[in-house]
């Protein structure tokens, strides 16, 4: 059992709560029992699996990790990157909270057959905190990485103000739906690339717009109708 600080495999773990160590190691942490075994079911490559009081001290094992006292297992492993494509997918730029980047790769897992594609200005989608959002769909659909060259098919681009409801399109596969943050919405570049522009319909009495990631979550759940639809 591990009884020091100063252990390799803790020290691996400190460093890889950093994004500059997760970028010059290609490797991620994944902290709790559920996330551990959704990578083996993906079978991702294990570089090391700690257990607390049978691998490691108690309270050694939750001093190296984000999440503090009530870690019981860390596993350290190999990020693995998808290519854009699928039926259905999602690309997003600009979005800088790993939450959401973790919890819109969760709601494109849940409903799309194609990843979500990252664009420039996104969070780390290997961080802790966009791992623990994911609730495993990190494993299962890994994200991809590509510019809007890249992306085929028809790109429909969200905007809280202009183009027609999304649930109105006829959407023909492959789909890709483009998202910006919050605030900023889609940058000019998707918009000129873009085969379509949509909004989500709102009451006019409601929020003047929505989190990132529950448009993102409302928008794939109405294109993947809409599209089993129209066949």
């Known amino acids: 059992m591990i009884t020091s600080a100063d ?10 709560r950093e994004k500059r160590w997760r970028a010059r190691t290609g490797m991620f942490l994944a902290e ?9 079911t993906a079978s991702f490559e294990e570089e090391v699996v700690l257990v607390g009081g ?21 596993g350290v492993y190999r ?17 800088s909270d790993p939450g959401n980047v973790g919890a819109i790769i969760r709601s494109t897992h849940a409903f799309a057959d194609g990843p979500v594609v990252l664009g420039p200005g996104c969070a780390d989608p290997f961080g802790p905190k966009a791992v623990r959002a994911s609730m495993g769909s990190l494993f299962a659909r890994p994200p991809a990485r590509a510019g809007l060259n890249r992306l085929t098919g028809t790109l429909v681009a969200l905007d809280r103000a202009a183009g027609r409801p999304l649930d109105e399109l006829e959407l023909q596969a492959p789909v890709v739906l483009c998202l910006g943050a919050e605030r900023e919405g889609v940058s000019v570049a998707v918009l000129e690339r873009a085969s379509e522009v949509a909004h989500i319909p709102m009451r006019a009495a409601g929020p003047e717009s929505l989190n990132v990631a529950m448009a993102a979550s409302v928008a794939l759940y109405a294109a993947a109708r809409r599209m089993a639809a129209d066949g």
């Open 7 to 16: 252990n390799q495999h803790l020290k691996t773990i400190r460093k890889l």
């Open 54 to 74: 049978v691998d490691v001290e108690g309270e050694l094992l939750a001093s190296a990790s984000t999440l503090g006292s009530g870690t019981r297992v860390i």
């Open 32 to 40: 709790g029992e559920d996330l551990v075994d959704a990578a083996r």
């Open 79 to 95: 990020q693995r990157w998808s290519q854009p494509g699928g039926r259905l997918s999602v690309y997003i730029e600009g979005v």
